[in-house]
């Protein structure tokens, strides 16, 4: 049977699926701040639960030239001020075994980055916090393989498990979605998250930097809810363009309500 992960006064598993969004990455107080309340006004009218999502550092650019954000101790004390001025659950990436006590004292949910999905020390840190642990599939990882990945995070006694589909590796610069991927992992027993974003990044692909089919993310997303995706992942920034991560594969955040209300009647209907 499978759980229903409480995070604050929302339920992720079965309906209605949680949306889980925001930028790639803090790339300062204001903007982050405004692009936060947006989202949650557009939510709430739509009555779509809400956990917002950015990362304080990341780790794993192409480039060492690429904007990595403001770092662990700003980073945290701005998504703790979004967490408790607008009272929704917050998300955020953990790169390393030592940062996980940290950013579990200020967000709500901490998260395994696709690339570091095999990374023993890392998923029980992240454990042993007892906070709830979003495991993004990696690339590079059979849906079946992430059986043993959520054994690592169990072992620490810590059910509290989401895990997140983001497309498969093939061939160079390019990621796919397997659709069998939802129902498998969903056998696991914990609820299953689709990143549409992530899954029409082209890795690498723009000259030190990834690149993005953004036209993609919509019928990708539709498609997940339809097969049993518990909740929609997508990176949303007021403008994509001038985005310092991500921007080719993230939503413009004007573009949203309109998705968001079609993947609610997708979900009305099934």
Do not use: W
């Not at 001020?81 to 940290?102: M, Y």
């Not at 309109?258 to 009305?268: P, R």
């Amino acid at each position: 049977m499978q759980k229903r992960i409480n995070i604050n006064n929302i339920s992720v598993g079965g309906k209605p699926f949680v949306f889980i969004g925001g930028p790639c990455v803090i790339e300062g107080r204001d903007i982050t701040l405004r692009t936060a309340e947006m989202l949650c006004r557009i939510t709430e009218t739509l009555r779509i639960p809400f956990i917002f999502k950015s990362s304080y550092d990341k780790a794993n650019r192409t480039s060492i030239e690429s904007f990595r954000g403001p770092g662990i101790e700003e980073g945290l004390t701005i998504l703790a001020e979004i967490k408790d001025s607008l009272g929704i659950p917050v998300l955020t990436d953990v790169h390393s075994a030592s940062e996980a006590a940290a950013a579990a004292e200020a967000v709500d949910v901490l998260q395994v980055p696709a690339l570091l999905s095999r990374q023993t020390d890392l998923l029980i840190a992240c454990g042993k916090t007892g906070k709830p642990v979003n495991i993004k599939k990696g690339q590079f990882l059979s849906p079946h393989d992430m059986e043993h990945v959520i054994r690592k995070v169990e072992s620490t006694g810590n059910n509290r498990i989401i895990v997140t589909e983001r497309g498969t590796s093939f061939g160079y610069n390019t990621l796919v979605n397997d659709f069998r991927a939802i129902p498998v992992m969903k056998r696991f027993g914990y609820p299953v998250v689709f990143d549409a974003t992530h899954s029409v990044q082209k890795p690498g692909a723009g000259s030190g930097r990834s690149g993005g089919e953004r036209e993609f993310v919509f019928p990708l997303a539709k498609a997940a809810l339809a097969v049993g995706a518990d909740g929609i992942f997508m990176e949303v920034h007021m403008s994509p363009g001038k985005a310092l991560c991500d921007g080719e594969n993230s939503v413009p955040i004007d573009d949203l309500p309109v998705m968001l209300k079609i993947l609610k009647k997708i979900e009305e209907v099934l």
